[in-house]
Every structure is written in structure tokens, then in C-alpha cells.
């Protein structure tokens, strides 16, 4: 089932923003109800457009990656499951739009899906799975709710119903099997409406899901037999849990017959033996390296590469994470270098060389490692933070401005550039420039006023060629209507 219940402290104010933006968006009739609500019309009327879907999962991410402590903020696991995801989105054949993938600092088994494509990953889930092929089984799970538009359908199956009475209907669905409590309320609210017929639909959804994600998996160069072997770990693990079984399993409900209807699908399909990449096995091992406190995840990493139940590059690389961030750097080096002795590469070995310096004091050998790095690695987020820090630290703020230009040119849309690019302009004095690229930073996070403010405070700096002004000016222009839209729109 589509999940927007990511902790059960978290879920309120997440499903009262996706409540409210599906009520602005919804193609109503403007018939009054005496809730002061409209009514929804014809169920041909109701199916939100797939540009509806976008801004309402950009909006909810938007929540997330700005406004939640369960976000983890770490592009090196980021741009992993980007990687793993868009190899899945490539393979099927049913994805029409871009997806984003993101990870939450949480120790519970889910992923989850919101509309217009955005797909969040539990660094539980991924601690879990044995193998890349099982991590990609869940995304392609996943993906297939987006591309069959499981929301969406949902939404229109309801014919003429309040806005309120589908509102407490999706809180009921979405909720059901992970938070109990707001579950049980909205089911309350939503008994003449056929609730239990309703969450039997969503069970459709999850063997439709598992069809489509096999069909994907397979496409996409992965062992489709993980799906089934995950999936049933999970089931045969579920008795461990009594009445509190991973967030997965109550938010994707596993019968025997789900299972046996993956298997006999899989069977028909050919089996083909598929490796781990590094990447997989270093995101794994630096999730491990990150639980606990230091000295826990010291012992922790410390044991499995004595028991060497992990390929030794994931398990060195994962205990030198563990050895810097309890504060060892000389330790962490010779694990690196353990690490390295397998042959193994990848970015995230980069970066991690060129922390251990930092941490050791050598910040021009941290700088070179990071400049080394990039040119082997061009578009790695880490390297390209790290360097950019390394520079501002070191004074070189010359050289930072002329980077973090030459990296905008790949991405417009990063907050962490324009926010490294605006310290560099400020450390030069530079105040056009600086509040300019930290409008550019708010207006990603979606605060239009604030960007609004930062480029009137860039026209009145003064210091600014014909060029910065002009680019001033047509952002200026632009964050307006933007603004002046989304006001029009809420009125709506």
C-alpha cells in the first residue's frame, strides 16, 4: 500500500498538508456542502492531472527535506538510490514522468510513495536487504504505485462524495496497518462509505505493484528471485513481532497467496546470476557505520570485519566511517587503506580519504584529494561539497565562485550550491551576488517571500555589474508571479 504515514509522530501534520493540497487541487463543482466543502462531481471529474500529482508530491517533499529531523541529509546515500531508481525507471516500460528518491533517518522496515513520483526509502529497509536485488525489488514495488497512479485511481473511484468524506476515506487507507490510532479514527468517520471494501482495492494494488516492479526488476538487469525470498523473511519474521510487525508489513500487507503469486510469476522468467555493485555495499556499510553512538559502531564494524561476513571493501570502508567519527582519524586511514586493498572504487572511497585528512590536519592534502577526485568523478555531489568547504576554509573564495559556477551548469537545482556559492560571495563582499544565490536557495525550499526579499536586498547592494543586475531583475519578476500564482491558486 502507498505509505504517508512515515513515523507515527510525523504523520498528522504530513497527511494535513496532503489534505489540504488535494483538496486546492481537486476539480470540483463549485456546489456548496454545509461543511462549506464542494462536492467532487462525477468520478470523471475527480482524477487529478498528472501535473496536479507533481505538485502535490513536490510539495509534501518540500515538507520533508526542509521541515523534518527524519530526513538524512546525506547526497553520497541520495544520489545511490537516484542511481538505483532512475536504472528501474529506465527499464519500465510504464513510467512517463522524472522520479525522486530519498531516504529517512529511520530503523523501521518501509518505503513509500507519494504522487508525481517521489519515493521515500527507510535507511531500515536498506540496513535489511541481503542484496542490491532485494533493495531494487521494494523501489520497483514502488515506482509501479506511481506509474499506475494507485492514488489517483483511488481518488476517482469515489464518485459523488464531500471533499470531507473522501478526506477522512484516504486518511483511513493510507493509514491503515501503520498508525492505529488516526486509522481507527478515520475508519470511524468513513463506515458508510465501505471501508473494508476499500482496503481490499488497495490490496489489488499491491498484486498489481508486484506484477509490474517483477516486470521491471527483471528489465532492469536484477534477479527478480529476491522479491519472493525478501518478502518471505519478512512474512516468517513476522511472528518475532506479535502486534508490532515492521512498518512494511503493515503498510504492504503480506498473504500466502501474494507470495505464491510472485513465485509462480518469477518461474516463468529466466534466471540470471547479478552482482552487488560497490556503491550498494558502501551505502550499506556507512548506514551501519552512522548507528548508535561511536564507540557501538566501532565494536559493531570492528566484529564484522573480524568475522569477514561482508566483502572486505564494504567492511574496512564501513569501519573507517565508524573509527572517524569517533574521533580516530589515524585509525580510519589504515582501515581506508584495507579497503582500497580489494581494488574496489567508487566516490564515496574519495571522499572519505579527503575527511580523514581534514581530520588530521591537512587541509591542502584534503584539498588536493578532493580536486583529484573530481576529475574522475565529476558529478559527485560529496566531492563537490566537500571541495567547495575545503576552499572556503582555506580562504579561497576566488576559486570557490569559479567552481560552484562551473557546477550550476549541471544542475540548477541544488540548495547546497547556491548556498556554498552565496558564503563565497559573501567572504569576497560581493552583496549582489550573494544575496542573489541565496534567493535562488530559498526559492528551491519553496519560500518565495523570503527569495523575494533577498533579491530586492541584491538591487538596492549597489556593487553589481550590468549582467548581475539584469539576472536580478528577471528573477525578481519571475518569484513575483510565481507568488501572486500560488495565492490565486489557494483561493481557488
Known sequence: M????????????????????????????????????PDLGDPAQAELSPQQERKI?????RDIRWGSADYLDDPEVEDYLNKLGNRLVAASTEARSEFQFFALKDP??????????????????????????????????????????????????????????????????????????????????????????????????????????????SAAGFDVRAMASFFERLQKNTRLYDNNAPAYLRTHPLTSERIADIENRITQIRYKQTLDSTDFLLVRAKLRALRGVPVEAVQDLETLVRDKRWPQAAASYGLARAYLRDGKPKAAKDALAMARKSGAESPMLESLDAEIEQALGNPTAARNRYKAAL?????????????????????????????????LKTTTADVTLYTLAAQAYTAQGKRTNAHRYTAEAYALKGQLLEAIGQLEFARKANDGDFYDLSMVDARLREFKKRRKDELAEQKK
Open 108 to 217: 523501521t522496515l518501509n518505503a513509500f510513495a507519494w504522487p508525481g513520483g517521489y519515493i521515500g526509502v527507510n535507511t531500515g529497509l536498506i540496513l535489511a536487504s541481503d542484496s542490491e536485488s532485494e533493495l531494487a525489488s521494494v523501489v520497483a514495488h514502488e515506482i509501479s504505485h506511481v506509474t499506475q497512479r494507485h492514488i489517483v485511481r483511488l481518488y476517482a473511484t469515489q464518485g459523488q462524495t464531500s471533499a470531507v468524506a473522501l478526506a477522512g476515506l484516504l486518511v483511513a487507507i493510507l493509514a491503515a496497518r501503520s498508525n492505529s490510532s488516526v486509522s481507527e479514527a478515520a475508519i470511524a468517520t468513513t463506515q458508510a462509505f465501505g471501508i473494508q471494501r476499500r482496503l481490499d482495492y488497495t490490496r489489488d494494488f499491491e498484486r498489481e505493484a508486484d506484477r509490474i516492479g517483477i516486470q521491471t526488476l
Open 375 to 407: 576529475a574522475r568523478y565529476p558529478l559527485a555531489r560529496s566531492l563537490r561539497y566537500g571541495y567547495l568547504e575545503t576552499l572556503l576554509a582555506q580562504g579561497a573564495t576566488q576559486e570557490a565562485v569559479s567552481a560552484a559556477a562551473e557546477y
Open 2 to 37: 502507498i505509505s504517508l504515514a512515515l513515523r507515527a509522530p510525523a504523520f498528522p501534520a504530513v497527511m494535513r498538508r496532503f489534505l489540504a493540497l488535494l483538496l486546492c487541487f481537486t476539480l470540483a463543482q463549485p456546489a456548496t456542502m454545509a461543511q462549506g466543502l
Open 57 to 61: 508530491g513536490e510539495s509534501l517533499f
